[in-house]
């Protein structure tokens, strides 16, 4: 069984900076992406950003120049690093990762999410 742990998430004043991590564990064969996805309230849930088992990375248009994606030291990990947020980046930030299990096919898993609320 494959989990998803995201943590980092907070109350931060804007301007400031923030870092989420997530670590995949269980019986993974290979993941071929990670990502960050976020919902906040009323809206749908959108990509933030994502990086690929080779390391390309993409953003969404709003949050380029501010957040980066990062892979860990640890083996299946990923970081989110924030910064210069801003009030409309509040939203619960999710975990996703595109890989297969071991003796399963291809699928996405979601972490449970972390909130990250941007406010003076």
């Known amino acids: 069984q494959v989990q998803l742990v995201e943590s980092g998430g907070g109350l931060v004043q804007p301007g400031g900076s923030l870092r989420l991590s997530c670590a995949a564990s269980?019986?993974?064969?290979?993941?071929?992406?990670m990502g960050w996805y976020r919902q906040a309230p009323g809206k749908q849930r959108e990509l933030v950003a994502s990086?690929?088992?080779?390391?390309?990375?993409t953003y969404v248009d709003s949050v380029k120049d501010r957040f980066t994606i990062s892979k860990g030291n640890a083996k299946n990990t990923v970081y989110l690093q924030m910064n210069s947020l801003k009030p409309e980046d509040t939203a619960v930030y999710y975990c996703?990762?595109?890989?297969?299990?071991?003796?399963?096919?291809?699928?996405?898993?979601w972490g449970q999410g972390t909130q990250v609320t941007v406010s003076s």
């Open positions: 996703n990762a595109d890989l297969r299990a071991t003796m399963q096919p291809r699928n996405y898993y």
């Open positions: 269980g019986s993974i064969f290979f993941i071929d992406a």
């Open positions: 990086i690929s088992s080779s390391g390309s990375t």
